[in-house]
């Protein structure tokens, strides 16, 4: 997997970690984590998942967002032929 950071979070005045464009590859999975005390927005800019957030598995494609909120945890892998690509914004309380 590889990141193309936007901004790094010094250079955003409102409270955000992380602006990047996430790359897997075919067969390339993000394990599942849990989001405390921040959202995370996913954008999928290219390419097909397969989103997990511990009650269902959903496909997710080119043009398909996605909100994990505090408390909440999720996973995504590439299930397609081609790069997943995700804009990844996460913000905090």
């Not at 790094?8 to 897997?24: D, F, P, Q, S, Y």
């Not at 927005?41 to 398909?64: C, N, P, S």
């Amino acid at each position: 997997m590889t990141f193309h950071h936007y901004f790094e979070k010094e250079e955003i005045g409102a409270n955000v970690r992380l602006c990047t464009k996430l790359t897997l590859p075919p067969g390339v999975s993000i394990g599942s984590h849990r989001h405390d005390s921040e959202d995370e927005l996913f954008v999928v800019t290219r390419g097909k998942g397969l989103l997990d957030d511990g009650d269902t598995q959903t496909l997710v494609e080119a043009g398909d967002t996605m909100l994990t909120r505090s408390g909440e945890s999720h996973a995504i892998s590439n299930c397609g032929n081609e790069d997943l690509e995700i804009v990844a914004l996460i913000m905090c309380y």
